[in-house]
């Protein structure tokens, strides 16, 4: 098959709804993983999108058991795990990383327990981990575009607390900020984020969405206001160039698009040192 032949194949490809609505999909995903991310890996809460993500096996499992649609589950699952691991990080002393690997395994268990009992299911568990971005629906794009316009929102009203909490947390607190509150809807925004992204990119690879284009522009950026924007770019651009990549070579969608993050941060990484190289 010619270049051209190739082109023209992808090219009609993108015509179809579906992959149209796949496209948006992954834009919309990569913009609120980025945006969101860019704050989420400077207050160390990395393993947060990554424990929700496991532990969304409990809200489907549970979805199930209850003869519900596990699309529905999810998002309120999520603001409730959301919501518990604010007031645990509020009540305990313990480490953010240690109270969410508890969190999550606990709930992973649970999870894998209650699905074992829906064997119908178990077909269905390569798109619950891996995703099928394909499957998206137009009422999925339209509340992911709300929430983007929701996360965008919150972020630029509250833009000098954020910067405040995520730099030096005492200060905001001795500069009057209530840090609860910022810290308990910006947990909820991302855990909305997370939850909504699962059904495109699956439990296994959805934190990446949110910490890999993050490291990335962490990588290239001077200034803060740059890095965020540059962090939302890169994750809808990953998630452009992966559907590419994805369609012109028949790969699966989700990988792709995390596989392309990865190329993008490694040219981070490589792209400061040649130009050192090249001064000197």
Not at 27 to 49: H, N, P, Y
Request: with cysteine; aromatic share 8%; net charge positive.
């Amino acid at each position: 098959m010619t270049i051209q032949a190739e082109l023209t194949r992808i090219t009609e490809l993108f015509q179809l709804p579906f992959m149209q609505r796949a496209l948006i999909g992954g834009m919309l995903t990569g913009l609120m993983g980025g945006l969101m991310g860019s704050f989420t890996i400077l207050r160390q809460l990395s393993f947060f999108s990554d424990a929700l993500g496991h532990s969304a096996l409990l809200g489907i499992g549970i979805g199930l058991l209850l003869g519900l649609d596990p699309s529905w589950v999810l998002l309120p699952f999520a603001v409730i795990f959301a919501l518990a691991v604010a007031y645990f990080l509020e009540r305990t002393q313990l480490w953010t990383d240690a109270l969410l690997n508890i969190v999550y395994s606990s709930s992973l268990a649970v999870g894998i327990i209650l699905l074992s009992f829906r064997d119908e299911y178990q077909g269905g568990i390569g798109n619950l981990l891996f995703g099928d971005i394909l499957a998206v629906r137009t009422s999925d794009l339209i509340f992911g575009s709300v929430l983007l316009g929701v996360c965008g929102l919150f972020l630029s009203l509250t833009l000098r607390s954020q910067i405040l909490m995520t730099l030096n947390e005492p200060m905001a607190i001795a500069r009057g900020v209530s840090v609860s509150f910022h810290r308990t809807a910006f947990i909820v925004l991302l855990s909305l984020v997370v939850g909504i992204s699962i059904k495109a990119i699956g439990v296994l690879l959805v934190s990446a969405f949110v910490v890999i284009p993050a490291c990335a522009a962490r990588l290239l950026s001077r200034t803060f206001s740059n890095y965020v924007v540059l962090s939302a770019g890169l994750g809808a651009l990953s998630a452009v160039v992966g559907m590419l990549i994805s369609a012109a070579f028949n790969l699966p969608s989700g990988p792709s698009i995390v596989a392309t993050q990865l190329a993008i941060f490694l040219t981070g990484m490589v792209l400061p040192r040649l130009r050192v190289l090249g001064h000197g």
